[in-house]
Nanobody, 129 residues
Framework: QLQLVESGGGLVQPGGSLRLSCAVSGFTLDYYGIGWFRQAPGKEREGVSC????????KYVDSVKGRFTISRDNAKKTVYLQMDSLKLEDTAVYYC??????????????????????WGQGTQVTVSS
């Protein structure tokens, strides 16, 4: 059974940083791509970033390019989302999710939410002065 657990959310001032973690169990990261998503109140869930199962391909939504960085530690079975220069509009519940299985794939998408089938419970990120 695939399980994903997010952590690392919190309250931060504009311009600050947070690092979110997505700890996975029941699978290895070389078989499943991981995506980060967010949902603000009253808005649809949107893709933020993804990393393919090979680790060789990453993508970001335009609004976070240059500010967010996705990475992973295979030994710890954890995917991270480093968020720098946070803005008020980054406030949302952040989720990680898994697509696949596709061993060592170089494909991932932040636009096609339907390929993601296993989701974490989310972690709240609030950017406020």
């Amino acid at each position: 059974q695939l399980q994903l657990v997010e952590s690392g959310g919190g309250l931060v001032q504009p311009g600050g940083s947070l690092r979110l973690s997505c700890a996975v169990s029941g699978f290895t990261l070389d078989y499943y791509g991981i995506g980060w998503f967010r949902q603000a109140p009253g808005k649809e869930r949107e893709g933020v970033s993804c990393m393919s199962s090979s680790g060789g391909s990453t993508k970001y939504v335009d609004s976070v390019k240059g500010r967010f960085t996705i990475s992973r530690d295979n030994a710890k079975k954890t995917v991270y989302l480093q968020m720098d220069s946070l803005k008020l509009e980054d406030t949302a519940v952040y989720y990680c999710a898994a697509d696949g299985p596709a061993y060592n794939s170089n494909w991932c998408s932040v636009d096609i939410l339907s390929v993601f089938h296993s989701w974490g419970q989310g972690t709240q990120v609030t950017v406020s002065s």
